[in-house]
């Protein structure tokens, strides 16, 4: 009989003791696992954030969130459009990019990144809009 067949049969032998066994193991514990799975979470999340972060970046831009902070640095942590300083806004700067090739342009704050959506990224649009804002100064 091998080590493992051996485990197996010892295990079907002494199940239900093994699993009363463990019951009483965690109830006795309940609060130290509890407090234990709550520091483990809190250690874990920002370093799970960043993966995540990281994840995302590559499938939709084929970035990576070093080329971001790159991207961030060499921005001085401000909207290209607007100049506003990254600690300005709660979230992280969206990444602008061309629809058609999907080439990344830069990072832009929520704001100025939903405004060039909105225009599809039409530049006459755009320009249409600057004219009938300039029309009412």
Do not use: P, W
């Not at 093994?18 to 109830?27: A, I």
Request: aromatic share 10%; proline share 0%.
């Amino acid at each position: 009989m091998t080590k493992e067949e051996k485990r197996k049969q010892y295990y079907q032998l002494h199940k239900e003791e093994k699993k009363e066994k463990s019951r009483q193991y965690y109830l006795a514990h309940k609060e130290e696992r509890k407090e234990y799975k709550k520091e483990y979470h809190k250690k874990r999340k920002e370093e799970h954030k960043k993966i995540c972060r990281n994840n995302d970046l590559k499938r939709k831009f084929g970035i990576t969130i070093d080329e971001y902070n790159s991207m961030l640095e060499k921005q001085n942590h401000c909207c290209l459009i607007c100049g506003n300083h990254r600690d300005l806004f709660n979230k992280d700067f969206a990444v602008d990019h061309n629809h058609t090739t999907g080439k990344v342009r830069g990072l832009l704050c929520g704001k100025c990144n939903q405004g060039l959506g909105k225009f599809n990224d039409n530049t006459i649009l755009l320009q249409k809009a600057i004219k009938y804002l300039n029309s009412f100064l």
